[in-house]
């Protein structure tokens, strides 16, 4: 069997829907069997439902895991608006929406093709990805608020998990369920009837050596918003996951973590991509396992 896996398509951009062209030829022309669709696709409903229509195109099956940027309610402020609770947009919008548009939801339910099982999760933060001493200079209160210095990292805008109660969930905690969730898939895979391997997507960062340090301010203060470490504790529970697929960095990498293989191939912005010729955009940005 043959997997493609994209990330980070942000098809808001005109450049980037010219590269989409590029990118699902390229899938086609592999005949690849399943393609993984692992975040950040766009805020806008539609260009979600038209860039999975598009990979259902170039192959036939599609799985969809949602981004940061497609859990985004489009309103000047989320976080204000009681009515307003991102896991419905999680759990039932964007269910509803991938389906409609035939691709394979992968935080409502694994995958199975033949002995292989794909689960997802989009993940979220808890700060663990920022160096330690950092963090505890900056202090987890202001790092709740994802402002510092006169920057801000958007999600503060556009996000807003609210509990059974309807009140404001803070980021580990919802960091957390996207963990158990994870967790519970990964069970369920593991011992459903002939599965020998497991593929983990999740959109936001699992590992803590494979977010890029510097260092330096501001990038390690948007390192606070790259993944969750417990995300990869989640990972390294069953022995059967053969390798981990994520988003959300814009920059293309593959690591081996205590064996796993570990990668991303982000489209990232038109600007991240200067010098590369568009033709050549599918060369890097496309994740390939044969299982
Ligand atoms: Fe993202």
């Known amino acids: 069997m043959r997997i493609a896996s994209v990330s980070d398509l942000h098809t808001d951009y005109a450049e980037n829907r010219d590269a989409v062209v590029k990118l699902a030829i390229a899938i086609h022309e592999h005949a690849a069997d399943v393609v993984i669709v692992a975040g950040d696709v766009s805020h806008k409903n539609d260009r979600i439902s038209r860039l999975l229509a598009a990979m259902k195109e170039a192959a036939p099956i599609v799985a969809f895991v949602p981004g940061n940027h497609d859990l985004w309610f489009d309103v000047p402020f989320a976080p204000a608006r009681r009515e307003l ?12 929406l991938s389906s409609a548009a035939g691709a394979h939801y992968l935080p409502a339910a694994p995958l199975f093709v033949g002995d292989t099982a794909i689960v997802g999760s989009c993940g979220w933060y808890d700060y663990s990805m920022m160096p330690p001493a950092i963090r505890e200079g900056i202090g987890d209160e202001v790092l ?4 510092y210095g006169g920057i801000m990292w958007s999600d503060a805008r556009f996000v807003g998990f609210r509990d059974e109660g309807g009140e404001l969930m803070d980021d580990a905690s919802v960091a957390r369920q996207m963990e158990r969730e994870l967790l519970a898939q990964i069970a369920a895979a593991e011992v459903h009837p002939g599965v020998e391997n497991i593929i983990v997507v999740t959109h936001h960062q699992p590992f803590y050596e494979v977010v890029k340090h510097t260092g330096q301010m501001p990038w390690e203060f948007f390192n606070a918003f790259m993944g969750s470490t417990g995300l990869g504790d989640v990972i390294k529970s069953s022995e059967k996951v053969r390798c981990a697929i994520y988003g959300h960095t814009h920059m293309v990498g593959e690591f081996d973590v205590v064996g796993l293989r570990v990668y991303g191939t982000p489209l990232g912005y038109p600007r991240e991509r200067k010098g590369i010729e568009i033709g050549d955009v599918p060369k890097t940005r496309i994740g390939w396992i044969e299982i």
């Open 85 to 96: 609770n991102t896991w419905d947009r999680y759990r039932r919008e964007l269910f509803e």
């Open 144 to 147: 709740a608020s994802k402002q």
